[in-house]
């Protein structure tokens, strides 16, 4: 559910045109919708209302503070996964103690600035980090607070770019060898175990997965039980996908009604870290038709938007809504919607019936509030889209577009080649 409509057949995010957006501010542009953000988050907040919970949103999805913030008004935490995340995490006023740190490969920097900051855990994924954040908190006479993150080799069934759960991948620690390294870690002097997370893949359109993975952490939490090790956080991961053709996924309340028994008489405190099912289709891409170009076989529509702007496409043959911002009584045609980028794979969409279009005109590529500007790069020197946020009637500019100055920031010639 989200707030991108039509009224009189002009696309509107929330109460303003997309089309007088687009000529304010330009193309190509992301617009986020406030209240999508709002309910989507709410909607977990009420979801796991009965239990004791935090709703760590990753950042990875759309870091751009202004999203960030609204979490945080609302009580949100963040899972970061870089140093970077962190800082924007911090800056956008998410309380540390909301904040977990995961990801494969955590430097010494980034484990000082995270025990510096006091963040609520990390999410250690393997024996070497765990004498590492170990070593780093002694250096800093710190008790470095842990979760394990746990591979429960269970299939998410989604795209394999984006499934992390199965024994092949590089996330977590595998869950036979799970016990051994939470016996590990118990005996480093400056950790102290808190937690056991898992995340088993993204855009998974099934219940069954979660619960799978859920119940083999729980058997393993039963086990350190047993062994004397008590685990405070459950952090759960994220993962639940949102329709971007026409899946049909659970919503944030079939999670809870499916997750919440299993952890009945179980003190816990409950993470989420949901990033797509929380942003996806809160943002949109919009892009202006440079060129029809009739070819020999295709007819292709040139649009300002690359692959540099949203590579989702191009990288995982993402399927993405694509609609006229202006809706035309015209005949349809098949398209292929690409951008300007010298590559053959930066694509929008491949043969996709469209009403046809024209030269000027506006198109709206839909579901990009996740994991659109935030892997963006200047691949051809394109600067980076601006970004707007909508609320009601109002509109408010949340990233400047990049300039040419933006693109040689920092770079310098050597004297030999002055
Ligand atoms: N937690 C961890 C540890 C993660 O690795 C991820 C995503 C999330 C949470 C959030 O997952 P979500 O709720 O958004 O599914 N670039 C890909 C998606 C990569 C996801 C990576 N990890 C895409 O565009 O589909």
Redesign the pocket.
Known sequence: MHFFKYHRNELFAEDVSVKALAEKYSTPLYIYSYNTLLRHFRAYDQAFNNYQHIICF?I??NPNISILRLFAKQGGGA?V?SGGELYKALKAGISPRKIVF??VGKTDEEIRFALITNILMF?AESEDELREINRVAYLMKKKAPVAL?INPDIDPET?P??A?GLKKHK?GIPIEDALEHYRIASRLENIKVVGI?K?I????TKIAPFVDALKSILILMDKLRSEGLRIKYLDI?????ISYKDEEPPIPKDLAKNLLPLLRGRDLTLIL????????NAGILVTKVLYVKKGKEKEFVIVDAGMNDL??PS??G?YHHILPVVKKQRNTAIYDIVGPICESGDYFAKDRELKEVKQGEFLAVMGVG??GF??SSNYNCRPKAAEVMVKNNEHFLIKDRETYKDLIRGEKVPAFLK
């Open positions: 990753a990875k999805a899972d996964v995961a990801g999410n993150r795209h770019y984006i992390t996330f997370h995340h893949g993204s855009q998974i991961g994220g993962g639940l996908g870290e949901p990033g797509r099912s929380i942003a996806g590579i989702r990288l995982y993402a996740a994991y935030s892997m």
